[in-house]
């Protein structure tokens, strides 16, 4: 604690002195940290929500879209009243008694407005006889871990998310024309080799997310287990069309040995946090690897290891693992 103390004076002498205290900050003398892992979910026509990890030390955020405004100490903000169909460029920053961070920033794109219907029931526009009805909209299941059945994502990490969407939600009316038979939103913290496989047979197109508006590429399919399934190494939405042709049979499937590879001298690194399954490769998580340690690996089956962590025995993904020893790979 520090007393500061001012008087006057001039000619004719000086005042009493006024005593101030003031007691300085505890803790280290710098602003926090940039806040990391900066995505956009829930985005429509008139909102989108942000999320991100919460730097140390800070006390409180800032958002800038059209204004800067204080949103408090959360890790997540709804913006509201947006432009439908506007591209927003968004930043995030720390703060506390010490300063702002750096700016965080996200590019976005909000949908186009739902269409004016007439008395709640269908469009007021007249629809001919030989028009085809518009598409039924597909019910919307949130984040990779409720996706409905006929949808599955694996090898993904914490901070992925994901959401199945309709045409509305794909937002490109040549893909609707085309048939659009399912479609699935990833988001988030994407690393590659993240798997995505339909119930259905068609072809697959990839809406990248890294783009505004979204780039359109076609995906390489193959059927694995009686799926349609594509890889891919970055957020975006993976839309199912329909196709005259089957795609290929994986040759990496068809080349996987139906009994387990034993294994008497190997250990597993995970190099980032995987799913511990009780089987492969979608069996029931039993937790989420956080340590580095080495584990010791007794089997391989469909690109998993078995590995002994926490007393007991699960599969995590060869995919993001470190091997060393003798692991038949």
Known sequence: MYALQVRAKNANGVSNFVTSRATTLDGPNKAPPTPTNLYVSDIRHDRATLHWTESPTATSYEIGTLSVI????????????????????????????YGSSQN??????????????ANGGSSSK????????????????????????????????DGAQGKRIDHVGVGRADLTEQGILDAVDVYGYVTPGVEVCFD???????????????????????????????AIDRGGAVVLLQSDSPPPVSQSSQAEPTQPQSMSDCEAQPWANLKFRQSPPDGLVLGVTGARD???????????FKVRLWGREGWISGDYVYLRGDCGV
């Open 70 to 97: 204080d949103i408090g100490n959360v890790d997540s903000y709804t913006l509201t009243n947006l432009e439908a169909g506007t591209t927003y460029t968004t930043f995030v920053a720390a703060k506390n008694a």
């Open 294 to 304: 080495w584990l010791p690996a007794s089997e391989q089956r469909q690109g998993y």
């Open 126 to 157: 007249s629809r001919r006889d030989d028009e085809s009805p518009p598409p039924t909209p597909i019910p919307i299941h949130d984040s990779l871990n409720h996706l409905p059945p006929g949808i599955q994502v694996s090898n993904w990490v």
């Open 104 to 117: 965080a920033s996200v590019k976005f794109i909000t949908l186009m407005a739902p269409p004016v219907r």
């Open 200 to 230: 259905q047979p068609g072809r697959i197109v990839f809406l990248d997310a890294a783009y505004a508006p979204r780039r359109l590429a076609n995906l390489p399919a193959y059927q694995r287990d009686g799926m349609t399934c594509a």
